[in-house]
């Protein structure tokens, strides 16, 4: 247990910093503007974790995927600042409604495609 908390604490640190990387490479001006930093990091990381699923090299070795799934992609991806994000979005229901619909459908599909392109049976 201890050595699969290690593991995934570091991938979590490491996911972590490379979403603070791409919130400054994607700088949203204002509150009220979509939010297309926490939108690219979640669809990457959806596109990942549908990637990665349908990988037997990582799925089927519990270190590899406490590191990579829990860890890594845990770390980078982010249902909390979507769910803060909609909420400063209150006063334009449209980006709001926008952000979180593009975020589900874009995302579910992102998985999808990232399954479709893993899947080596």
């Known amino acids: 247990m201890l050595k699969f908390g290690l593991v995934a604490a570091l991938g979590a640190a490491l996911g972590s910093l490379a979403r603070l990387q791409i919130s400054y490479w994607v700088q949203t001006p204002s509150e009220t503007s979509f939010p297309w930093s926490t939108f690219i990091v979640n669809v990457i990381g959806?596109?990942?974790?549908?990637?990665i699923a349908s990988?037997?090299?990582?799925?089927?070795?519990?270190?590899?995927?406490?590191?990579?799934?829990?860890?890594?992609?845990?770390g980078f991806t982010t249902f909390s600042a979507i769910a803060v994000?909609?909420?400063?979005?209150?006063?334009?229901?449209?980006?709001?409604?926008?952000?979180?619909?593009?975020?589900?459908?874009?995302g579910i599909a992102a998985?999808?495609?990232?399954?479709?392109?893993?899947?080596?049976?």
């Open 46 to 51: 959806a596109l990942l974790i549908g990637l």
């Open 111 to 121: 998985t999808h495609i990232g399954s479709l392109l893993g899947d080596h049976k």
């Open 55 to 74: 990988s037997p090299n990582i799925m089927n070795n519990e270190t590899r995927r406490h590191f990579v799934v829990t860890g890594v992609l845990g």
């Open 85 to 106: 994000e909609t909420i400063q979005l209150a006063s334009t229901p449209l980006i709001s409604i926008t952000y979180v619909v593009a975020t589900f459908a874009v």
